[in-house]
């Protein structure tokens, strides 16, 4: 009895989520494991070995045709399969039903909701706004979830966005800082708000303020750049006082 043999060209998979590329007039695939693509690019996901079923580059991964290694050359210079399997990995279209597609923007959607509420205070009364209410702004400024960026960057982005309908800000860090009194009045100009500055009698000082989270790299490489300069982060974020009472009731 004869065999049949798969060409040698071929890789056939099952269950995969793909993500494709089209470049220099060709298009390129690659084979993932559903739900691992976007968990890499919110990077949650660093294992690049649970996110790709292969490292191989497809022109078609259903027929399980794969990428010819002039066609690799000719579009990206290279025909290292895992350096471009990355490429289309971090700039290609995710291919989902559009019963998938739906279902992942409204997760999405409602976890960058989350981010920003978690994240931010009403400027006015400095209380966290609730996720509901976030959501309803969002939609009010027709916030749209983009699949090429992660949750995390596109939070930041609706955070600018939403200053438009709503009195929202960064909510603050409490930061703790000793060194030279030289960077006393760089810091005052970062700190939203300085809680205690005193002089250590050695040409030093420590201060506990509050300041954007935006700041916080400037403060961090002005401390390191710093002889005998410390930095300690209190808190993540602003606590208002009158919530602090009210849980402790």
Request: proline letters at 2%; a positive charge; aromatic letters at 4%.
């Amino acid at each position: 009895m004869s065999q049949i043999f798969t060409p040698t060209n071929q890789i056939r998979l099952t269950n995969v989520a793909i993500v494709r590329l089209k470049k220099c007039g060709k298009r390129f695939e690659i084979a993932c494991y559903k739900n691992k693509v976007m968990s890499w690019r919110n990077k949650v996901e660093k294992d690049i070995d649970e996110v790709l079923q292969t490292h191989t580059v497809f022109t078609n991964v259903s027929k399980g045709e794969v990428a010819k290694k002039d066609d690799l050359i000719k579009a990206f210079n290279s025909d290292n399969q895992d350096e471009i399997c990355l490429k289309i990995l971090d700039k290609g279209e995710l291919q989902i039903s559009e019963k998938e597609r739906q279902a992942a923007q409204e997760s999405a959607f409602k976890e960058i909701a989350n981010i920003v509420s978690d994240k931010c205070i009403n400027s006015e009364s400095k209380r966290p706004y609730p996720v509901s209410m976030i959501e309803k702004a969002m939609k009010q400024v027709h916030i749209s979830v983009k699949s090429n960026k992660s949750n995390k960057q596109q939070a930041l982005e609706v955070i600018k966005s939403l200053k438009s309908v709503l009195p929202i800000e960064r909510a603050n860090m409490k930061l703790k800082v000793t060194t030279n009194k030289k960077n006393k009045q760089q810091i005052e100009q970062l700190a939203t708000s300085i809680e205690k500055s005193e002089s250590l009698g050695d040409g030093n000082i420590e201060m506990i303020f509050l300041t954007d989270p935006g700041n916080y790299r400037t403060i961090d490489q002005l401390i390191k750049s710093t002889p005998k300069s410390f930095l300690d982060v209190i808190t993540l974020q602003e606590v208002n006082e009158a919530e602090e009472e009210d849980s402790l009731n």
